[in-house]
C-alpha cells in the first residue's frame, strides 16, 4: 500500500509518498513526472515518516541545510540509480554540470563516455526532489535548464541555498524549460 501526505511550502504544494517504511516519492504539485511510481490506489494517513519528512522540509525552507535524512527507497533503473546516487553527493549550496556527472557515471562504469543528454533523462526522473537534490545540477555554460518541477522553482531553490548566481542564467529558448 502506498500512502501520500501534502506539505505547503513556500513554493507550492508538495506531496509526499511512502511505501509505510520509507519515503518513496516528494514531487511539486504539477511538476513533470508527478507521481510517477505511485499507486492508483494509495491513502492519504500521518506516518512518523511523513512527520520526519515534514521537520526536513521545515528545515530546509528555513535556509538551513538539514543534518538528517528521512529513509528514503528509490525504485529506477541501474543507470537511474546511479545519478541519483550521485546527485546526494552535491553538496548543500554546490552545483555540478550534467557533464560532470556524465563523467562520473563513466568512471563507476568503467567506459570512455557516458551521454550528458542520458543524465539529464535520469536527473529529470528523479522521485524524491529536494532531498535528492537534482535542482543542483546545471548546463556546463551555467545554464539553468531542465528542472522537472520549473525552473522558477530551481532559480529559488538555489537562491535559498545561497549559490552564486552570478555565473548561472535562465535560457530564453531550448527543450528543456
Not at 509526499?16 to 511538476?31: C, I, K, P, V, Y
Not at 490506489?41 to 528521512?70: A, M
Not at 562520473?104 to 551521454?115: F, W
Not at 535528492?132 to 538555489?158: D, F, M, Q, W
Request: proline share 5%.
Amino acid at each position: 500500500m502506498d500512502y501520500i501526505s501534502k506539505y505547503v511550502s513556500p513554493l507550492g504544494v508538495i506531496t509526499l509518498a511512502s511505501d509505510g517504511e520509507n519515503l518513496t516519492g516528494l514531487w511539486f504539485d504539477g511538476q513533470k513526472y508527478f507521481a510517477d511510481g505511485l499507486a492508483v490506489v494509495h491513502v492519504e494517513r500521518t506516518l512518523p515518516l511523513f512527520k520526519q519528512t515534514i521537520d526536513w522540509l521545515d528545515c530546509y525552507f528555513s535556509g538551513v541545510n538539514p543534518d538528517f535524512t528521512p529513509p528514503i527507497s528509490l525504485s529506477g533503473t541501474s543507470f537511474q540509480l546511479m545519478v541519483w546516487e550521485i546527485l546526494r553527493t552535491i553538496p548543500y549550496g554546490g552545483t555540478v554540470t550534467y557533464g560532470d556527472i556524465a563523467s562520473e557515471v563513466a568512471r563507476r562504469k568503467g567506459v570512455k563516455s557516458v551521454s550528458a543528454q542520458a543524465v539529464g533523462g535520469a536527473v529529470g526522473r528523479n522521485p524524491i526532489s529536494l532531498i535528492v537534490p537534482c535542482h543542483r545540477v546545471v548546463g556546463r555554460n551555467g545554464s539553468l535548464t531542465g528542472y522537472a518541477g520549473g525552473i522558477s522553482k530551481k532559480v529559488e531553490l538555489l537562491r535559498l541555498e545561497g549559490v552564486d548566481m552570478s555565473r548561472l542564467f535562465v535560457p530564453s529558448k531550448g527543450t528543456a524549460l
